[in-house]
């Protein structure tokens, strides 16, 4: 059986490639390709499995419930940084101390969320939690570092602002 990739755009041929790499011989994954791909749903399904890692959707899935959930996940995981600041008497302890406590705490949150949303996929639980940690704290990482180089950007315009500012009141104060 050849496999046609005119119509999925080469995604019959990955899937040939997975099947091989899982033991099958060319001949039967390209059968069971060639096959599957007739029942467009069925192909498409066995591709979030098999090649992306994703469960396919069920009929119990809900945009409302997806949306909340999210928006839960979002609300949860946006609070852990500063949660830090609500229980620590901040006269008392350093500045770096609870930013690094806000960073590991932030790193165990992101670490479960990738857990729970292993739940959704067929990706091992610690993979999913690393690779979501990781992310986040690649996103935190570069939020962080345009930051600093906006405030170095902008220094000089704003010690000109507040010299000039400074500079105005001292001479309406004279007048």
Not at 19 to 35: C, P, T, W
Request: proline fraction near 2%; glycine fraction near 8%; include cysteine.
């Amino acid at each position: 059986a050849v496999v046609s990739t005119q119509s999925t755009g080469g995604e019959e041929r990955e899937m040939v490639e997975i099947f091989k790499g899982r033991g099958m011989s060319q001949e039967d994954a390209e059968l069971v390709i060639g096959l599957t791909a007739k029942y467009k749903d069925v192909f498409c399904n066995e591709m979030m499995v098999h090649e992306l890692g994703l469960q396919p959707p069920s009929d119990e899935d809900s945009p409302v419930k997806n949306g909340l959930m999210t928006f839960l996940a979002f609300i949860v995981c946006g609070i852990v940084p500063i949660t830090v600041y609500f229980f620590v008497d901040l006269g008392s302890s350093s500045g770096d101390t609870n930013f690094y406590i806000s960073i590991g705490l932030t790193a165990i949150a992101l670490f479960s969320l990738g857990v729970l949303k292993s739940l959704a996929t067929y990706i091992s639980w610690y993979r999913s939690g690393f690779h979501i940690m990781a992310l986040g704290c690649i996103a935190a990482a570069a939020a962080y570092g345009i930051s600093v180089l906006a405030e170095w950007a902008t220094e000089d315009l704003r010690d000109d602002f507040c010299r000039n500012q400074t500079t105005n009141a001292t001479v309406q104060l004279f007048e």
